[in-house]
């Protein structure tokens, strides 16, 4: 079974970097591709960062170039670091796996972190 933990949240000025994690208690991590995803009040849950095990890592437009999504599956975990964080970045980001890429990139996922909020001050 899987079950995916995220720590709790971080508060950053604005320009800081953030790396925030999550981990899968299960046995099968290497097997599904991992994402993040993002939530704000009012808002749609937005596609972040998602990582395969063997290919390339996929980022939203908003982030590229300033966040890197990694895995390490010998510690059944995937990290997301977020540097130069902008006002637009708070949200609660969401750690999802699944068997495809397609339901962690449109935010159907079978398995689901409980969210962290990401909290940044200007």
């Known amino acids: 079974q899987v079950q995916l933990v995220q720590p709790g949240g971080g508060l950053v000025q604005a320009g800081d970097t953030l790396l925030t994690s999550c981990v899968d208690s299960?046995?099968?991590?290497?097997?599904?591709?991992v994402g993040w995803l993002r939530e704000t009040p009012g808002k749609e849950l937005d596609f972040v960062a998602r990582?395969?095990?063997?290919?390339?890592?996929k980022y939203a437009v908003s982030v590229t170039g300033r966040f890197t999504i990694s895995r390490d599956n010998a510690k059944n975990s995937v990290y997301l670091r977020m540097n130069s964080l902008k006002p637009e970045d708070p949200a609660v980001y969401y750690c999802?796996?699944?068997?495809?890429?397609?339901?962690?990139?449109?935010?159907?996922?079978?398995?689901w972190g409980q969210g962290t909020q990401v909290t940044v001050s200007s």
């Open positions: 999802a796996a699944d068997w495809t890429t397609e339901a962690v990139d449109s935010g159907a996922a079978a398995y």
């Open positions: 299960g046995r099968t991590f290497s097997s599904f591709a």
């Open positions: 990582r395969t095990s063997g290919g390339w890592p």
